[in-house]
């Protein structure tokens, strides 16, 4: 039966991506939404909306109750859960349907089958889908780990079974770090999933990250939508993901291939599934260089870049299967049109460990035109919303195709040049340097190699702040708005030459400028200057907005500088401090751990010194500015 009345387990973009294909057709959509998501995008993007609770997703987006009743209060007839959230919790899917609603993605016996990495992998080894060793026991002791990864070999990763979205995740590279490394990934698993179970496996010391797009459906069709390569990672997170894979030779896609639908039948699966495999990347694609690393059941993140080489709408293909439809195409109908890559638009701070920030975004969008075929925008946020600190920090997906990959990355490159965000962090210009670089452009890239580059692609480059500042000099010298003789900025001083500077501040450097005397380099992309407040500016070049102050001349300069405390960036939850009062610390040790945004942050000391007092537990719920740590000198 065809659905009338979708409602949607989910927020920001992906909720606002699902109500247009809605929109187009002809299905009435409702949002859910938390106490800091009432003014969202999404929820004035649905016919209606339905409040489900306070701002910690437990209360809200992962409160099964609330969202059943929530469909029950606005009389939709089916649920789509998006991704992340309850997207694969197969207990929501059968309250799903036990409910009398339409489940938009498998079923909850498909759920549970690929769900644990381990009963996935032994599943995939029965299909005869190649996998990596490792251990996937049920003894989770610290002494069955430890003989484990001995037989195993260092170095490996430890995984939560439960995990997903690179959460749980940690690397060991010897036998010493093995307690301290399962601690910390136990405890993440069991923030984010409920479940601390772990596994291991063995390392691939330069993986590739390439997965097979798949879809099922009632009446036992599976096709595959080819791969994608999500290789560019930081901290086991995709961060721009193309289709098809760079240098994939046909042989090594049709094995690849094979074995995703051989996994996705072996389940009985019905809707969008992702399977995910591990490449070696020391070596060419091969037929033996890649093992099955886990299936995600469900839409992607990154599914508009097989939209854009398919020209399929793969939310409305879930639509279609879920009401009980056969797939739409067969195998041989699906076209492989060009290369497509997407970058997803962060609210975090590269340069500060990838710090996420919250608050009200005074500028967002791309400054030239978006036309869907070459350039597309998927956002969650507009100018004026504000940022919440509950959840991920991904705020929209950049999407570009063209007909070559080389065509592809120049459109990128230039695009997230004139990509403006600020009044919150962006990783624009730090997705900028990733595609202008040698082994992107390449194609030999891994999923290590942005851990391998240090501050080169994380810092903005000098070049830009530099012309940032000069952009405010010029809008600080501007006469144009200038209504009486005295606004004119010329200079003049009694019995003196004139002087045209201003005094800016960047971080914690200050100085006068005048711009007459500087050049810009002509490689350097034109700054847009976004005014915060009369002595504040955004200003964004090359996709990295710089915060430029002006100070107050009878004010200190040095003023803007500082370093006797450590204080909370960001709302969160302290996890742990390593200093107490009395101890001596040098700059960049590490003073305490913080979770925000379903990730840990730890928080370095800002300069040598002294503790001179603690002002907050583990445990503690902090503020944003909130002082954790007073120093003091030697």
Same mark, same amino acid.
């Given at each position: ?5 979708? #409602? ?148 490996? #990763? ?120 591990? %490449? ?7 037929? +033996? ?80 035109? %978006?036309?869907? +075929? ?39 490159? +230039? ?90 501040? %960047? ?36 996709? +990295? ?26 709302p969160g939850k302290l996890l742990s401090l390593h200093v107490k009062a009395g101890d001596t610390v040098a700059k960049g040790d590490p003073v305490a751990v913080m979770e925000a945004m379903k990730m840990e942050h730890t928080l370095p000391a800002p300069r040598d010194g002294v503790v001179a007092s603690v002002e907050a537990a583990p445990g503690d719920q902090v503020s944003e500015g909130d002082i954790l740590v007073h120093l003091e000198a030697e």
């Amino acid at each position: 039966m065809k659905i009338q009345k979708l #409602l949607v387990a989910n927020r920001g973009e992906i909720a606002c991506r699902i109500f247009e294909t809605c929109r187009g057709l002809g299905i009435a959509t409702v949002a859910v939404y938390s106490d800091a998501d009432a003014r969202a995008k999404h929820v004035r993007e649905a016919d209606e909306a339905v409040h489900i609770g306070a701002s910690p997703a437990p209360d809200s987006y992962l409160n099964i109750a609330a969202i059943l009743a929530a469909a029950k209060e606005s009389g939709a007839d089916a649920i789509h859960p998006g991704y992340g959230f309850l997207s694969e919790n197969a207990d929501f899917a059968e309250a799903v349907e036990i409910a009398g609603l339409i489940w938009v993605g498998p079923s909850a016996a498909a759920i549970r089958s690929m769900g644990p990495k381990d009963e996935a992998k032994r599943i995939a080894e029965e299909a005869g889908v190649p996998v990596l060793p490792g251990y996937r026991g049920e003894g989770q002791e610290l002494e069955t780990l430890a003989k484990a990864a001995t037989e195993i070999g260092f170095p490996l #990763l430890i995984k939560a079974v439960a995990g997903g979205g690179g959460r749980g995740i940690r690397l060991v590279n010897k036998a010493g770090e093995l307690k301290g490394e399962l601690e910390s990934a136990v405890r993440e698993a069991e923030s984010a999933f409920g479940d601390g179970r772990v596994m291991l496996e063995k390392l691939v010391q330069q993986p590739r990250h390439i997965e097979v797009q798949v879809f099922g459906d009632a009446h036992g069709n599976v096709v595959h939508l080819y791969e994608r390569d999500c290789s560019l990672q930081r901290r086991r997170q995709k961060v721009i993901e193309e289709a098809p894979a760079p240098g994939m030779p046909e042989d090594v896609r049709s094995a690849m291939t094979d074995a995703a639908v051989k996994l996705a039948q072996a389940v009985g699966y019905q809707g969008a599934g992702t399977v995910e495999f591990i %490449v070696d990347g020391s070596k060419p694609l091969a037929i +033996d260089t890649f093992w099955f690393l886990e299936m995600n059941t469900r839409l992607q993140v990154e599914h508009p870049a097989t939209e854009m080489i398919t020209g399929q709408d793969l939310v409305a293909w879930q639509l279609l299967v879920a009401a009980g439809d056969a797939l739409p195409l067969k195998q041989d109908e699906i076209p492989l049109i060009g290369h497509a890559i997407e970058a997803r638009i962060c609210a975090e701070d590269p340069a500060d460990g990838f710090r996420p920030g919250a608050g009200l975004i005074l500028e967002f969008g791309l400054l030239q035109p %978006v036309d869907g +075929d070459t350039i597309r925008w998927d956002a969650g946020f507009e100018t004026g919303d504000r940022v919440p600190s509950n959840y991920d920090s991904m705020i929209a997906k950049l999407i570009v195709s063209a007909p070559e990959r080389d065509a592809a990355v120049d459109l990128l490159v +230039d695009t997230l040049a004139h990509t403006q965000l600020s009044g919150v962090p962006a990783n624009t210009g730090f997705l900028r340097r990733c595609a202008q670089s040698d082994a992107f452009r390449d194609g030999t890239h891994h999923v290590n190699w942005i851990a391998d580059q240090g501050d080169a692609l994380t810092h903005t480059p000098s070049e830009h702040q530099h012309a940032s500042v000069l952009a405010v000099c010029d809008v600080r010298l501007d006469d144009d708005d200038a209504r009486m003789p005295w606004d004119i900025r010329d200079g003049f001083r009694s019995n003196a030459m004139p002087v045209r500077k201003v005094a800016v501040a %960047v971080g914690s450097d200050a100085d006068w400028f005048d711009p007459a005397d500087h050049d810009v380099d002509a490689d350097t992309p034109l700054p847009f200057v976004t005014d915060l407040s009369p002595r504040r500016f955004a200003v964004t070049t090359g996709g +990295d907005t710089v915060l430029v102050e002006v100070p107050d001349y009878d004010a200190d300069v040095e003023a803007v500088l500082g370093g006797d405390s450590v204080s909370a960036p960001m709302p969160g939850k302290l996890l742990s401090l390593h200093v107490k009062a009395g101890d001596t610390v040098a700059k960049g040790d590490p003073v305490a751990v913080m979770e925000a945004m379903k990730m840990e942050h730890t928080l370095p000391a800002p300069r040598d010194g002294v503790v001179a007092s603690v002002e907050a537990a583990p445990g503690d719920q902090v503020s944003e500015g909130d002082i954790l740590v007073h120093l003091e000198a030697e």
